[in-house]
């Protein structure tokens, strides 16, 4: 097939964007000959030392082909069936991915209130109940995403605080990292500062610039020899594994990584600044990765949408989400801007 398709950019999701043209190169680059499968090629061996490199020796990887695939897998290690993980009322985890944690795990999703997206001791503290009650669940697990659903970033403070308070109370952590490394530009930090205390991580490359390509970092004390079957009977064991150990062997070794999160910040942090003055509009959250969620009248809606897409987050409080990206450029917010000018008289 020559047809050629020029999509229209726009202001939807970072899971919008095309794949980065690095990683499109290291795709093309593996493609040459035979390589062994299921990760015995030295593609993969290679970019697992980058692994390493980021967060240490004493971990597992393991690639899966999407986000929810990745949480889902990330919580079988560490949950039973009886047990239960509370993660804010906005996360991914109990927002946007059809219940399947509860239909493969049979563990019991708690969503809880939180301010800013963010789940605290304070938050988790009441729903430490019941234990040993065979007639209740068992909270077992904090899920956490870093950033949040809604783009703020936990400080290395309080992430501190959030792991030793489960470690106190015999909880564990996971983490949805699908936007990890925007929380690492954002504070300056590594992969490494970032995941102390946690044992199990969904580490995000889709939304990244990689294609079709998320990970289950395993950490130590919660490694599992039984983990390369659970892949297996979910489906999500690749095959042609060196498609997509290229993608973050270049993600990770070249640090591309901090150049996209750092390029996806520095647009949302331009595109803020631009409808800073703008009274009609205020934001829900602060701006801290690569997302703005702002209040907007609501006949606005329509006729902005007919300049870049995106989506709105709030029905009922007109709410938007608007999202770069590592190919973002700031003359497509200059005319998003311009047109909401343009609305205002």
């Known amino acids: 097939m020559n047809q050629q398709f020029d ?62 695939a990745a949480n889902v897998l990330c919580l079988s290690t560490l949950l039973k069936p009886f047990e239960s993980v509370i993660c804010s009322d906005q996360a991914h985890l109990d927002q946007d991915e059809c219940g399947a944690p509860e239909h493969h795990l049979g563990c019991k999703i708690i969503p809880v209130p939180t301010i800013n997206g963010k789940v605290t001791p304070e938050t988790v503290a009441p729903y430490i109940r019941r234990r040993g009650d065979q007639h209740s669940t068992q909270l077992r697990v904090i899920s956490i995403a870093q950033p949040t659903e809604v783009g703020t970033v936990y ?26 490394a925007n929380a690492a530009v954002f504070l300056k930090c590594s992969f490494k500062e970032l995941t102390q205390g946690v044992q199990a991580l969904s580490f995000g490359g ?95 809606v329509k006729p902005l949408k007919e300049v870049a897409y995106f989506y709105v987050w709030d029905e009922k409080k007109w709410m938007m989400r608007w999202m770069t990206s590592f190919d973002t450029e700031t003359h497509q917010i200059d005319s998003f801007v311009e047109r909401i000018n343009n609305l205002r008289k």
């Open 7 to 68: 999509f229209k950019p726009g202001f939807g999701s970072d899971n919008h964007s095309g794949v980065h043209p690095l990683i499109l190169k290291s795709l093309a680059d593996c493609n040459r000959g035979h390589a062994h499968s299921y990760g015995m090629d030295e593609v993969s061996k290679m970019a697992l030392q980058q692994f390493y490199r980021h967060f240490g020796e004493n971990i597992d990887v393991h690639y899966v082909f999407n986000g929810t």
């Open 206 to 300: 889709t939304k990244n610039g990689l294609f079709g390509a998320e990970a289950v970092i395993l950490f130590d004390g919660y490694r599992s020899k039984d983990f390369k079957f659970i892949r297996k009977q979910a489906m999500q064991l690749p095959s042609k594994m060196r498609f997509l150990s290229s993608q973050f062997l270049t993600y990770l070794s070249e640090d591309l990584w901090r150049s996209i999160a750092l390029h996806s910040l520095q647009t949302a942090k331009y595109f803020h600044e631009k409808i800073a003055d703008i009274k009609e509009i205020r934001l829900a959250y602060p701006v801290q990765s690569n997302a703005l969620f702002p209040f907007i009248p609501q006949e606005w």
């Open 155 to 180: 400080s290395l403070t309080e992430l501190e605080a959030l792991t030793q308070f489960a470690r106190d109370n015999n909880l564990l952590v996971h983490m949805d990292g699908a936007r990890l």
